[in-house]
């Protein structure tokens, strides 16, 4: 019998479209690039966590590769093959470029979200990741570096492109690995492929019809993709069969210290390292620093949730203070410092999916209303942030929904010990 089978698909795939488009949303105004789409990633980890009763461990696992996943497309550049689309003569090739990229997003992001939920050993998972690194370089020297396909704009400072590289890296993990792997990256496929170009299409119909009515079309175009990736990998995870309880596999604890320095070793790879490859050119950084914290992630499960939430809460508490710069630079690093920390130290203790979602969700909420809100220009206007107030509202009556039919409360470790294999 499936996970909450009570509950017909369409559940999971409403559930999993109000939260993803909310956080994918969420990511394009309070984070962008890799580390913005860690919003998302942790947040759908999370969902299908819940969806299916997955244990305490494979919860941390699960959101951990995601948010890392979903990061992995990050590095594609789309902001001028959005230009393009605005003019005719270049719109279907634009729409082209959007579907190839929204594709290898989703597959992507989906063939990570496979491999947690069929765990490799650490040997192999090494090899994998060395795979996708080498793979990804590849395809980016020799067909993205040289543009012998280009989706931006060759005569206005053109953006260097990662999308064949990223392509071909996940061809090579899928190849390497299992039905879990296979079924995730397919349906990552057709979701992304589906919604980004749709989604790009909307904005363009949008502005065409309504002028300077409204202004928020790449909102809609974010909340569009998001929506159709994230029901994309419900239905996957529908698809998905529990193991008999005498596979369960428990959770490894580790100490509040060994926590809470794994947290800072992750937040320390994505700001130092991250900027290190862009300096020398390397178009896929994230991939890079993404590949480390993987590794770190399975050390435990207590890791793997410092990983998935508090490096995503990190990365968007500084895109607050560069969108608003409110105070004294060396003030707004301590106070950064601290609010990580606090994270770091509510995530070790917390391991309930319901908890940590809510607690992500609505703590990206608050985020994008302080970076609208806090004086200075305006950078949202109010019907934007009233779509995350809504999303977030509907979000949460799913989330309580869900965590009765699976018997899941807020008490810290509450949760089914069921995983998939």
Request: glycine fraction near 12%; include cysteine.
């Amino acid at each position: 019998m499936k996970p909450l089978a009570s509950l017909p698909p369409l559940h999971w795939i409403l559930f999993a479209a109000a939260t993803m488009s909310l956080g994918w949303g969420l990511r394009g105004y309070i984070g962008g690039g890799p580390l913005g789409a860690m919003i998302p990633g942790s947040m759908i980890g999370l969902v299908l966590a819940l969806l299916l009763r997955l244990d305490t461990a494979s919860t941390a696992r699960l959101m951990a590769f995601a948010a890392v996943g979903i990061g992995f497309g990050g590095d594609m550049t789309y902001g001028q093959t959005v230009g393009l689309s605005f003019h005719p003569e270049t719109f279907h090739w634009a729409i082209l470029g959007f579907t190839i990229k929204g594709g290898v997003w989703g597959m992507l992001g989906g063939a990570i979200m496979g491999l947690a939920l069929a765990p490799p050993s650490g040997r192999k998972l090494v090899g994998t990741l060395a795979v996708l690194l080498g793979v990804t370089w590849l395809g980016w020297k020799f067909i993205n570096d040289p543009k012998l396909i280009y989706f931006s704009n060759p005569l206005d400072k053109p953006r260097p492109e990662i999308w064949a590289g990223l392509t071909l890296g996940t061809l090579a993990l899928v190849a390497l690995h299992g039905a879990h792997v296979r079924r995730f990256a397919l349906c990552g496929l057709v979701g992304g492929a589906v919604g980004f170009p749709l989604g790009a299409s909307f904005q363009v119909w949008g502005h065409a019809a309504t002028g300077p009515a409204f202004t928020d079309w790449w909102k809609v175009m974010e909340f569009t993709f998001g929506a159709l990736l994230g029901a994309s990998y419900a239905w996957a995870a529908w698809g998905v069969e529990p193991v008999t309880e005498r596979n369960v596999v428990k959770e490894k604890e580790t100490g509040l210290l060994p926590s809470l320095t794994a947290a800072a070793l992750a937040v320390t790879i994505i700001l130092f390292l991250i900027p290190y490859f862009e300096r020398i050119h390397l178009r896929f950084s994230f991939t890079v620093a993404g590949a480390l914290l993987l590794l770190l992630a399975t050390r435990s499960a207590n890791v793997a949730r410092e990983v998935g939430l508090t490096v995503t809460c990190c990365a968007f508490f500084i895109d607050l203070y560069e969108g608003r710069p409110w105070t004294d630079y060396w003030l707004a690093v301590g106070l950064i410092a601290v609010a990580t920390l606090a994270v770091a130290w509510f995530v070790h203790r917390e391991r309930c999916p319901v908890a940590l979602l809510l607690f992500i969700m609505w703590t990206a909420v608050a985020d994008s209303l302080l970076k609208s809100y806090l004086p200075g220009p305006r950078v949202a206007t109010h019907a934007v942030q009233a779509a995350f107030v809504i999303l977030a509202v509907v979000c949460t009556l799913y989330v309580r929904r869900f965590a009765r039919e699976s018997g899941q409360g807020l008490a810290p470790g509450a949760g089914s010990d069921r995983i998939t294999a």
